[in-house]
């Protein structure tokens, strides 16, 4: 089993739809979690991290922390075609961060 | 705008032949982390290190990758012999360290071994 686990996708929606890219992870311990997003060569860049169970919303980005069920979701709300990426989840368990493959997202105009 | 630099940003090489990547890292970062991305495996971290030194770096192949920092502004990735199962990007990234590290990325190296 895979520490980090994301579906791989395509997930494709249409443009202005709501987005929801979940993410499983096995070390009951971990602490920290974060969304990265990676256009198409190019590198991974932070969008963000969420430390307590709950909700944390920035924009148009929702993440979410279910450390009973130990998933982290990223919701994307009125998606746009410049939001299709591939999205990385990584969590930290207090030593080092693993990433999980990523999704790729399309998002339809 | 500080950000993470690495050089060459594309390299092609023979088999068997020494590649050098080098990362410099956001000014007052004390973390370094290499990673490999391949389209099969994802991103793979191959070494970590905290304040220069090496913390982990049990994602390398021993025998033919090394890592260093000879100082905090210069980390470096080192394969020799190259081979072509290494063709893949390189990337480096830095942080301030920490459980709730944010780590930012080089733009990365692509490496071809031909």
């Known amino acids: 089993q895979k520490e980090v686990e994301q579906n791989s996708g395509p997930l494709s929606v249409p443009e202005g739809a709501i987005a929801s890219l979940n993410c499983t992870y096995s070390?009951?311990?971990?602490?920290?979690f974060f969304w990265y997003r990676q256009y198409s060569g190019k590198s991974p860049e932070l969008i963000m991290f969420?430390?307590?169970?709950g909700d944390k919303e920035d924009g148009r980005f929702t993440a979410q922390l279910n450390k009973a069920s130990q998933y982290v979701s990223l919701l994307i709300r009125d998606s746009q075609p410049s939001d299709s990426a591939t999205y990385l989840c990584?969590?930290?368990?207090?030593?080092?961060?693993?990433f999980g493959a990523g999704t790729r997202l399309f998002v339809k105009a | 705008d500080a950000r993470v630099t690495q050089t060459p940003r594309h390299k092609v090489t023979e088999m068997g032949q020494e590649v050098t990547m080098r990362c410099q890292p956001i000014?007052?970062?004390?973390?370094v982390f290499w990673y490999r991305q391949t389209m099969m495996q994802g991103l793979e971290l191959l070494a970590y290190?905290?304040?220069?030194?090496?913390?982990?770096d049990s994602g390398m192949p021993k025998d033919r990758f090394s890592a260093e920092m000879p100082d905090a502004t210069l980390a470096t990735l080192k394969i020799q012999p190259s081979e072509p199962r290494d063709s893949a990007v390189y990337f480096c990234?830095?942080?301030?360290?920490?459980?709730?590290?944010?780590?930012?990325f080089g733009p990365g190296t692509r490496l071809t071994v031909l």
């Open positions: 969420i430390y307590s169970n």
């Open positions: 000014l007052g970062h004390n973390t």
């Open positions: 990584a969590v930290n368990g207090g030593f080092k961060t693993i």
């Open positions: 990234a830095s942080g301030q360290g920490g459980s709730t590290d944010t780590q930012y």
């Open positions: 290190f905290r304040n220069r030194a090496p913390l982990d």
């Open positions: 070390d009951r311990g971990s602490q920290s």
